[in-house]
């Protein structure tokens, strides 16, 4: 479809609608008239400029509407829309409580995590809750062990973060953390909490790289969830795929 008859379709469905449908229509045309920078990696196996604009605007059009970082649901389905809109396949898994891959993008299978809290590091990377750790024995060597039964599910592993907090400015970017980086914990050092209260103990296993410098570490939280964490992943091993950067108005400000 042309530029011209997209805008024919656009003016013939506009007369059919009511008058607050326009004016919400209204407000989301001013958020994307809003100053906006989008940048991807030329590297990138995934993104492509269709992919970068459909998701870009996606995030533009949540914000119109919530002050909320974009959560891992609104993550995943809008790493679908972007992906088809790209001409790239894209589906979810057929069941809901599926513990491995969260979207198959042209036969291949990924993991999805968010980062929005508000102490964020823009060079650390931290995942709250990789994967719950069960009630079975609580052992570190066989917790790591299901990190890598969990991480035989899929084959690459993105985050997105919310990098500002602004009320006006959001900056989310896209980071692709290497399936290969995460498997060298095989080589990990353990360490127990031995004083801490919870119960079972919680531990780690850090990951330092020839100079002594942190890679990152597993952190075996034993709390009520029993999750595991990853924490203090340097970027600067990892991949960014792609950046938006915009300014936004809430639609109780149009």
């Known amino acids: 479809m042309t530029e011209r008859e997209k805008l024919a379709v656009l003016s013939r469905e506009l007369t059919k609608l009511k008058d607050s449908q326009i004016e919400w229509l209204i407000s989301i045309v001013a958020q994307f008239n809003l100053p906006q920078q989008f940048w991807k990696n030329v590297d990138s196996n995934l993104i492509n400029a269709a992919w970068l604009e459909h998701f870009g605007n996606i995030l533009m059009v949540h914000h119109a509407m919530s002050d909320a970082p974009f959560s891992k649901e609104k993550f995943e389905f809008g790493f679908i829309f972007a992906s088809r809109k790209a001409g ?31 102490t964020i590091t823009e060079d650390l990377i931290h995942i709250s ?25 899929y084959e690459q592993i993105f985050t997105l973060r919310a990098l500002s907090d602004a009320a006006k400015i959001k900056k989310y970017e896209l980071v692709e953390i290497p399936k290969s980086l995460l498997l060298e914990a095989d080589c990990g050092e353990f360490e127990v ?36 964490q990853i924490r203090k992943i340097r970027k600067e091993l990892c991949t960014v795929h792609a950046i938006w950067e915009f300014d936004t108005a809430s639609l109780f400000d149009v």
């Open 193 to 228: 909490m031995e004083n801490s209260k919870q119960n079972p103990k919680p531990g780690y296993c850090r990951v330092f790289d020839k100079n002594g410098l942190i890679c990152f570490e597993l952190y075996f939280d034993g709390g009520t969830e029993r999750k595991l």
């Open 88 to 118: 790239i396949a894209a589906n979810k898994p057929v069941s809901r409580t599926n513990r491995g891959h969260d979207v198959t993008i042209d036969g291949i299978k990924m993991s999805l995590k968010t980062q929005a809290d508000k």
């Open 129 to 153: 809750k990789f994967m719950e750790l069960g009630k079975g024995e609580w052992s570190l060597p066989k917790l790591r062990g299901l990190f890598f039964e969990h991480m035989q599910n």
